[in-house]
């Protein structure tokens, strides 16, 4: 009786509700990230476990095969951000504007890639970047005059058709998000900029871009995790974690091969908190530039 | 780029300017919108050839009627070996993506519940550790959790499966948005009204909750149908892969079972085509809830 009116009470019933996720963020979450933490100190094999300091991190320091998964996965993120930010704002701005017509239905033609898994896309991409003359893209590209190409076989074209099913997949998912952003400025602001004759140019430079940062620097801290984090479209693409030359190969891509397929999960963790320590710095200098730590500006 | 026509322009109607930015803006839109789909369009075109034609010839467009048939579709149809393992990834995927959003949507709304309806002393901590959660891309987790489920013999289990990621950080973020603005003098009348805490959760302000119920089931859901890569990881046999996985075994380089691959493919987006359609309201305020207030 005595636990239950414990239990029932008004300052142990929030306990009671929030418990689920306590105990999922100690075991899923706290947990694993230790364990991973402690795991890339060591030499874990079958048999034994060793402990041997820093070597997994002085060997991705010589990993040759793992700097080629740095710069592919940078080069990603950086293509993606440059592409997938200032595009779908645009496009929010026009669809948000009254110039285009029957706006509901670009909205949803755009978002239909995302309801996709990425094992369907993947394998529809693959398809089309097929290196036969028959290929759509070679199809598109001789019709260019460009001649074919081995798509996955080499290293630019490689990247361009991972960066192609990104666009492709999160065009209108960036979008929607821009529109939702624009939807919360107040109409009153562009009224008043009205009265003062500001021209349209003006009204996008100093209400719409600055009303819009919150959102612009989600889509942004998104955008460098996701695009640091790639792996599935890459596996898709080239149907496994292996690619000629390891043109498509990504860090989580390395630390799948390492760490899953070759079962050295001390050195998969290694890689995995590497690219931890990359993500957080990035994001961290990004914040820091915008400003969102200042108290004033919120 | 006129962001917001202003009130004069609007008595005026349209100006010939206007009107020509329009007609551009929206064609450039009728373009974009045919190369998004476009993809996907290829896709069913290819799914009423022989899946051989694939592998010797890549996706393209091909509008010749003539040489289109239903083969693949009454392959997948049949009932035989082939047909048999796809609905049973098919049903795989239904009841995974059921137990994960039933689960994950109780689950969140009660730990947002928590969060948002009283005042205690940690409850900005633990707000803090939710956001926290955020911070760290699910796959650098991917190994110590594959780890610790061989230890928890969880492995090969949806169990396995679906609790590393019941308490999603984005789902309680927004149920607690929603939340934090509904009135809290429903919490005192129910109190007076002799009511337990948890009777006011469940009976009181789980039904006023219901839209966000809505945007969130639908957007976990098709989270759930689409997820590959941890599923990929805990399901060991082949009777409890889910679609998304199965479709990928098919994807081998002798390819000789692409004509299950591109119908099975075309007939797995369907479902969530389906739910997309009904509900596209839903599915775009659940989304976006994160990013305006950031």
Known sequence: MKIKKFLYSQKVAPYVFVLPFILSFLLFWIYPLCSTVVMSFQDIGPAMTEWVGFKNYQKLLKDTTFHTAIINSFQYMVLTLVLLIPFPMLYAVLIDSRLVKAKGFWKACLYVPALTSVVISGTLFRLMFSEYQTGQLNVITSALGLGTFKWLKVKATGLFALVLVCCWRWTGVNMLYFISGLKSIDTALYESADIDGASATQKLRYITIPLLKPTIIYVLTISIYAGLSMFMESYMLWAGPDSPNNIGLTIVGYLYKRGITKNDLGYGSAIGLVLLAIALVINIVQLILNGTFKKEER | ?294
């Not at chain 2, 100006?15 to 896709?43: C, E, M, Q, R, Y």
Request: aromatic residues 14%; positive net charge.
């Open chain 2, 1 to 294: 780029m006129a962001n917001k026509t202003s009130s004069s322009e609007e008595k005026m109607g349209m100006s010939t300017k206007n009107k020509i930015l329009s007609v551009f803006a929206t064609a450039w839109f009728a373009v974009l919108s045919f190369i998004i789909v476009f993809p996907l369009f290829a896709g069913l075109l290819a799914s009423f050839r022989p899946g051989t034609e694939l592998i010797r010839k890549g996706l393209s467009i091909d509008l010749d009627v003539s040489t289109m048939t239903l083969n693949n579709y009454l392959y997948l149809f049949s009932g035989n070996a082939d047909s048999q393992k796809y609905f049973m990834w098919f049903k795989n995927s239904l009841i995974l993506t059921f137990i994960s959003v039933v689960g994950t949507l109780l689950i969140c709304y009660l730990v947002a519940y928590g969060l948002s309806m009283y005042e205690y002393p940690l409850k900005n901590f633990l707000f803090f550790l939710v956001i926290a959660t955020m911070m760290v891309p699910f796959e650098i987790l991917i190994l110590p959790l594959y780890k610790e489920m061989i230890s928890l013999k969880l492995i090969d289990t949806t169990a396995g499966v679906v609790l590393p990621g019941l308490c999603g950080a984005s789902t309680i973020f927004f149920f607690r948005q929603y939340m934090t603005g509904l009135p809290k003098e429903l919490l005192d009348a129910g109190r007076i009204d002799g009511a337990t805490e948890y009777g006011i959760c469940f009976k009181i302000m789980m039904p006023i909750t219901k839209p966000a119920f809505a945007a969130m089931s639908i957007l976990c859901a098709m989270g759930a149908w689409n997820n590959v890569l941890w599923p990929m990881l805990v399901y060991r046999s082949a009777d409890k892969f889910t679609l998304p996985i199965g479709l990928n075994t098919l994807l081998t380089p002798y390819g000789n079972n692409y004509d299950v691959l591109i119908a099975g493919s075309m007939f797995g987006i369907i479902p969530v085509f389906v739910v997309f359609l009904c509900f596209q309201k839903y599915f775009i305020e659940g989304m976006t809830a994160g990013a305006v207030k950031g």
